[in-house]
């Protein structure tokens, strides 16, 4: 459905997911109020809350009730959050702005960073856990999405994948290596968001593992125009200075093919994604203008 209201659907979901963020934070008058503030700081710097929406969308395409999910769409950008503000400390990026606020550790110091990052992650398993609160959720889908989680954020996941970008950075690396980078940094969280959801949503089999593919197309997708929004994109529009890729010797898509052969690839993976849907009816319109969206998005 091309006329499908991307952005107001994009809106109301996000003021959901910032109300349930909003409820699962600790009050902030206490001892540990720094470390707390700190977490709020980058919970509410103005992030897409893609994750929380992919999740929310796989469990209602699936016909489940999206509010089932929401504990788990919080635990995703919580997981999301800390990697972004680990990912600018000083040891990793160095990045001094995100989202066009100064980084975590610019405002409250590099100790109280790294612990805001350590809280974020590990309540979002807290809250994972809380799911088995809602009596309609099995124990066997509240581990099967804890697993899922630890294995997208873990070792062979988000963190293996920030390990070989590191590792890149003044080396030379093929194609393959800087796609399984890209598929394990990036793509595995956003990939999970959509499993998780399609899980508790109460999806088949053959759903869930669509929407894994769906989400393994986009990943890639969201990456290689994340790479060119680096050469192309406009510093006020992406809150974030421009071409810091290139000044750190980053390997990406553009450093790499070009930025045609790199625009060309990611249109094949948002068609990639839009032809995984095909089980779908029109409730997966909101994940179809998703993966078109990142074909036109500025930030
Ligand atoms: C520190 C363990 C650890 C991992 C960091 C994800 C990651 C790994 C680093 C982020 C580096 C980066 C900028 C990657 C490009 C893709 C990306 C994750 C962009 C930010 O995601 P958005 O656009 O962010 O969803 P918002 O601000 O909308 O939440």
Same mark, same amino acid.
């Given at each position: 459905?091309?006329d499908?209201?991307?952005?107001?659907?994009?809106a109301?979901?996000?003021?959901?997911?910032?109300?349930?963020?909003?409820k699962?934070?600790?009050?902030?008058?206490?001892l540990?109020?720094?470390?707390?503030? +700190?977490?709020?700081?980058s919970? *509410?710097?103005?992030?897409?809350? !893609? &994750?929380?929406?992919?999740?929310?969308? #796989?469990?209602? @395409?699936?016909?489940?009730?999206?509010?089932?999910?929401m504990?788990?769409?919080?635990?995703?950008?919580?997981?999301?959050?800390?990697?972004?503000?680990?990912?600018?400390?000083?040891a990793?990026?160095?990045?001094?702005f995100?989202?066009?606020?100064?980084?975590?550790?610019?405002?409250?110091?590099?100790?109280?960073?790294?612990?805001?990052g350590? +809280?974020?992650?590990?309540e979002? *398993?807290?809250?994972l856990?809380? !799911? &088995?609160?809602?009596?309609?959720?099995s #124990?066997?889908? @509240?581990?099967d999405?804890i697993?899922?989680?630890?294995?997208a954020?873990?070792?062979?996941?988000m963190?293996?994948?920030?390990?070989?970008?590191?590792?890149?950075?003044?080396?030379?690396?093929d194609?393959?290596?800087?796609?399984?980078?890209?598929?394990?940094?990036?793509?595995?969280?956003?990939?999970?968001?959509?499993?998780?959801g399609?899980?508790?949503?109460?999806?088949?089999?053959?759903?869930?593992?669509?929407?894994?593919?769906y989400?393994?197309?986009?990943?890639?997708a969201?990456q290689?125009?994340?790479?060119?929004?680096?050469?192309?994109?406009?510093?006020?529009?992406?809150?974030?200075?421009?071409?810091?890729?290139?000044?750190?010797n980053?390997?990406?898509?553009?450093?790499l093919?070009?930025?045609?052969?790199?625009?060309?690839?990611?249109?094949?993976?948002?068609d990639?994604?839009?032809?995984?849907?095909?089980?779908?009816?029109?409730?997966?319109?909101?994940?179809?203008?998703?993966?078109?969206y990142?074909?036109?998005?500025r930030?």
């Open positions: 459905m091309p499908f209201e991307l952005k107001r659907y994009l109301e979901q996000k003021e959901r997911v910032d109300a349930a963020l909003e699962a934070l600790p009050p902030s008058a206490r540990e109020k720094k470390v707390i503030e +700190a977490a709020r700081y919970l *509410f710097a103005g992030g897409k809350r !893609l &994750r929380p929406v992919l999740c929310l969308a #796989a469990a209602d @395409v699936v016909g489940g009730d999206p509010a089932v999910s504990p788990a769409a919080c635990a995703l950008e919580r997981i999301h959050t800390y990697s972004l503000i680990h990912d600018d400390l000083p990793m990026d160095n990045d001094d995100r989202r066009g606020r100064p980084t975590n550790h610019k405002v409250f110091g590099e100790a109280v960073a790294i612990l805001a350590d +809280a974020l992650l590990t979002a *398993f807290g809250l856990a809380g !799911l &088995r609160e809602d009596r309609s959720i #124990a066997r889908k @509240v581990l999405v697993h899922i989680l630890v294995k954020s873990g070792t062979c996941g963190i293996g994948g920030q390990v070989i970008d590191l590792e890149s950075e003044n080396r030379d690396v194609m393959a290596t800087v796609e399984y980078m890209h598929v394990h940094k990036t793509g595995a969280l956003l990939s999970a968001s959509l499993q998780v399609a899980i508790l949503g109460g999806g088949s089999n053959d759903q869930i593992a669509t929407l894994k593919h989400g393994h197309h986009f990943g890639l969201f290689i125009t994340d790479d060119i929004l680096d050469v192309e994109g406009n510093a006020v529009e992406m809150g974030k200075t421009p071409g810091s890729d290139v000044a750190k980053k390997k990406t898509y553009p450093a093919i070009g930025l045609a052969a790199s625009k060309e690839a990611a249109r094949e993976h948002v990639g994604a839009i032809q995984a849907l095909e089980i779908f009816n029109d409730k997966a319109d909101p994940l179809r203008a998703l993966a078109r990142l074909l036109v998005r930030a």
